[in-house]
T-cell receptor, first 111, second 113 residues
Framework: KQEVTQIPAALSVPEGENLVLNCSFT??????LQWFRQDPGKGLTSLLL?????REQTSGRLNASLDKSSGRSTLYIAASQPGDSATYLC??????????FGKGTKLSVIP | GAGVSQSPRYKVAKRGQDVALRCDPI?????LFWYQQALGQGPEFLTY????????KSGLPSDRFFAERPEGSVSTLKIQRTQQEDSAVYLC???????????FGNGTRLTVT
């Protein structure tokens, strides 16, 4: 059974810092991996989707990498802003219709 | 509409009551998913529709949970005889096709007292 772990569970950084969020998964036979952002009381917003054949994806200040063989992905956020404060969730798709999510990393960016 | 719409936003039910949660996906999206998110946890898969066909219901926790999408657009998740452990946020998501990024609604927060 696929298990997804996100470390750390919470992170607090001063504005302007670069930061890395980590995601690991137990079954490397994945179809794709997706990073989401969730604001309090809201649904999930898709940030980046990496197909299994890709190594990384970039969108603005966000860069996500995927190392399938080691079962790891990272989300890099450059020049963090208070508006980046949210919970970030990693989810893997093993080719079925189901996404398996981690518990998320709660990020606080302090002005 | 512009995004996935879910109603109601909040629902309080007494234990034993039946509830119905509605999802309006983005127009034209073939795939529709229901997820359950307990407090402090990541979402967990409940069920998947491709158009009107329910292709996977393996995540439904018990036979008290039932989902339908009769015309391939709006979907309803029904929970019969609600229990306290059903308290969670129920998220609906849609996508134009399998493998595309999911678009989530804001969810329905169900509290069973």
């Amino acid at each position: 059974k696929q298990e997804v772990t996100q470390i750390p569970a919470a992170l607090s950084v001063p504005e302007g810092e670069n930061l890395v969020l980590n995601c690991s998964f137990t079954d490397s036979a994945i179809y794709n991996l997706q990073w989401f952002r969730q604001d309090p009381g809201k649904g999930l917003t898709s940030l980046l989707l990496i197909q299994s054949s890709q190594r990384e994806q970039t969108s603005g200040r966000l860069n996500a990498s995927l190392d399938k063989s080691s079962g790891r992905s990272t989300l890099y956020i450059a020049a963090s802003q208070p508006g980046d404060s949210a919970t970030y969730l990693c989810a893997v798709n093993t080719g079925s219709y189901q996404l398996t999510f981690g518990k998320g990393t709660k990020l606080s960016v302090i002005p | 509409g512009a995004g996935v719409s879910q109603s109601p936003r909040y629902k309080v039910a007494k234990r034993g009551q039946d509830v119905a949660l509605r999802c309006d996906p983005i127009s034209g999206h073939v795939s529709l998913f229901w997820y359950q998110q307990a407090l402090g946890q990541g979402p967990e898969f409940l069920t998947y529709f491709q158009n009107e066909a329910q292709l996977d219901k393996s995540g439904l926790p018990s036979d008290r949970f039932f989902a339908e999408r009769p015309e391939g657009s709006v979907s309803t998740l029904k929970i019969q005889r609600t229990q306290q452990e059903d308290s969670a946020v129920y998220l609906c998501a849609s996508s134009p096709q399998v493998g595309s990024p999911l678009h989530f609604g804001n969810g329905t927060r169900l509290t069973v007292t």
